[in-house]
């Protein structure tokens, strides 16, 4: 199940707690930055920095790299919505048939996740479909993402279309769909929503709210977890923070970034379209700020607002 494989992420073993650790495990690609959603919770709205797509020749060089270096998930997203990358099916094809990734893993937004762009990415080999849902209902939909209320619906018919295609199919994906956990009254009423979609999905789960390295923290006055603990139901420490050891993640241009919500560029640690993954992977900007992380104390670094924003 998906939260099994999170957990596995999120849980920083003995073996990783180094400032050069073995080559992450999974590793998420940018394929675009750009986003159909405006999402209060996310930074992506305010282009701290470039919104174009990767280069499909460097995606299938660096994908061969890390997969020889020991990489064996790899999560066909970053901080954009794939499904606006005309090229998605063919980069799940790569991944998959090509580069012999044994997981290869998306998540996506869900408004552009038809059952036939669906159906093909199943039939090139895609492992888990993640659907992000995080509204109530039509009203809310628009308050959260600054997306027209009758979206929702069609986020909520493509969920279910996804099962279909799987189920007769016969496709191994596994479905699956995650929410924000809400506070007070929007609580129950995220739960009611969130049943209209479990039938339909494998596993659904709920994350906290993060603060986005300090970039959304107070937004529409909510008051978000330090750091990304994962998970709502398996919590992590902030600090160390497991993002820095055991995951890996590359900008749509080409950077090696150190964190989950790189919205500014400012956990840049290498330069992939120069510099070999491992080597970027280990550089001294990256042992640094992990050496930081492992003595708990970030301040003056590049994850210090993530932590301590209040």
Sequence with gaps: ????????????????????????????IELTARCDFQCFFCATKDRLRG?????????????????????????????????LYPRLEEAVAFAKQIAGYP???LTTNGRRATPDRVKVLMEAGLDSLKFSFNST????????????GSEWEIVIENIKGARRVRDEGGYACGVYASSIERKGEEKLAMEKAANLII??????????????????????????????????????APLPCWSLF????????GRLSACCFDHDGRFHMGDL?????????????????REANLKKDVRNTACEKCVAYQ
């Design 246 to 253: 055991t995951e890996g993640h590359i900008t749509y241009d």
């Design 137 to 148: 209902d039509a009203r809310d939909f628009t308050r959260v993402t600054g997306v027209k």
């Design 1 to 28: 199940m998906i939260t099994t494989r999170i957990d596995n992420i999120t849980e920083l073993k003995a073996a990783w707690r180094r400032v050069d650790p073995p080559a992450p495990k999974s590793v998420k």
């Design 199 to 236: 039938p339909y999905v494998d596993e659904h789960y709920y994350l906290p709210l993060y603060g986005q390295a300090g970039l959304t923290a107070g937004a529409h006055g909510t008051v978000p977890v330090a750091g990304n603990p994962g998970r709502l139901e398996a919590m992590r």
């Design 103 to 105: 997981y290869v893993f």
């Design 51 to 83: 919104k174009g797509d990767i280069d499909f020749e460097f995606y299938q060089r660096i994908l061969l790299e890390m997969r020889e270096a020991g990489v064996e998930e790899i999560g066909l997203f970053y901080l954009g919505e794939s499904f």
């Design 273 to 289: 379209l120069t510099t070999p993954f491992m080597e970027a992977w280990h550089s001294e900007p990256f042992r640094v700020l």
